[in-house]
Structures are given as structure tokens and as C-alpha cells.
């Protein structure tokens, strides 16, 4: 099982950028798949997430300028990066919780992917 975080790259300050996570071996529990994002020093936290439902939360710094969306048959969340400010520059990581046949159903991390918001 292997969550694949992709996407990052440079953009520039007021750009816009889609990272996408996507499972394979395995497929998103009905729990909450997240992005979050970490720079050095600081703690990792939480951009956005969204439930198999669709039903979405967001960071106060992200909030009206970042979508998350999901699509559950290709197995993959979305994060529409809009409006970006060069304090969104960090390493990008997905999580989610993976069911997979014969393998116990865990929590996995992404191997994250860099966002630079240049000004």
C-alpha cells in the first residue's frame, strides 16, 4: 500500500497550483483524508480535509482560497491551491486511512511534496 502525494512545484505569489494524493493497493476509508503542510522548525499542521462524504474542513489560513475535493472511483483527493501567498511555501503531505485486502487497515502519510511560492 502507498499513498503518492504529487503536484508541487513553483508558483507565483497569487498563482495558482493542484496537488493530488492518490492510494494504491488499497482504497480511502470512509474517514476524513487530509492535506497538511510543514516548515522546518515548525510543527506539521492541518490545510484541509474531507470526509468520503464530502464534507470538508479548513485551515483559518487557507480558508476561501484552497479547495479539497475527492474522487472516489480513481482513489484520489485534490487540493486547488488559488490566491497563493508566499507563506503557503512548505513541504505538502497527505494522510488518509487505507483499507487493502489481506493488509491491516492503516493510517499512512504521503511522502510529501514541495509547494514554493515565489513573490
Known amino acids: 500500500v502507498q499513498l503518492q502525494a504529487s503536484g508541487g512545484g513553483l508558483v507565483q505569489a497569487g498563482g495558482s497550483l493542484t496537488l493530488a494524493c492518490t492510494a494504491s493497493?488499497?482504497?480511502?476509508?470512509?474517514?476524513?483524508v487530509g492535506w497538511y503542510r510543514q516548515t522546518p522548525g515548525k510543527q506539521r499542521e492541518l490545510v484541509a480535509q474531507?470526509?468520503?462524504?464530502?464534507?470538508?474542513t479548513y485551515g483559518d489560513s487557507v480558508n476561501g482560497r484552497f479547495t479539497i475535493s475527492r474522487d472516489n472511483a480513481r482513489n484520489t483527493v485534490y487540493l486547488q491551491m488559488a490566491m497563493a501567498k508566499s507563506e503557503d511555501t512548505a513541504v505538502y503531505y497527505c494522510?488518509?486511512?487505507?483499507?487493502?485486502?489481506?493488509?491491516?487497515?492503516?493510517?499512512?502519510w504521503g511522502q510529501g511534496t514541495q509547494v514554493t511560492v515565489s513573490s
Open positions: 474531507i470526509t468520503r462524504e464530502g464534507t470538508t
Open positions: 493497493g488499497g482504497i480511502f476509508s470512509r474517514n476524513a
Open positions: 494522510n488518509a486511512e487505507v483499507v487493502a485486502v489481506q493488509i491491516r487497515t492503516k493510517w499512512y
